[in-house]
């Protein structure tokens, strides 16, 4: 189980060294300042996803805002070897994810954990 606060770290360090390399121009800043407003705002996103029926019948966030991050890799990365997906993003472009980019993803989420001293 991972916090909020060490998803969005992980989430930080994969755009800062997957996504914002392969941005170009001024779009790089705002892109970057774009991302880094939304993550700030993570909190109020959070408590309003973990309150969505869907995603409470997922079992992916305890009664204490942990995230099973173990269980959402495990999913997410299956699927990711079926295809890779695609998406616009605004600023950006076109942005493919692969299983690769999950491995990624989940490795710096858990190399953001706190741990137990």
């Known amino acids: 189980m991972s916090s909020l606060n060490e998803v969005v770290t992980g989430l930080k360090k994969y755009v800062d060294a997957e996504i914002l390399p392969k941005v170009t121009g001024w779009n790089k800043w705002v892109f970057g300042a774009g991302v880094s407003l939304m993550l700030e705002n993570s909190a109020n996103v959070f408590n309003q996803l973990k309150e969505n029926p ?10 204490e805002d942990e995230i099973d991050i173990e269980k959402l890799y495990s999913v997410f990365l299956e699927q990711s070897k079926k295809s890779a997906v695609t998406f616009a993003v605004p600023l950006l472009g ?15 989420i858990r190399s953001s954990e706190v741990k137990d001293a």
């Not at 076109?94 to 710096?108: C, H």
């Open 54 to 63: 869907f995603i409470k019948n997922m079992g992916v966030i305890s009664k």
């Open 94 to 108: 076109n942005l493919t994810l692969k299983s690769n980019d999950i491995e990624k993803l989940y490795n710096l």
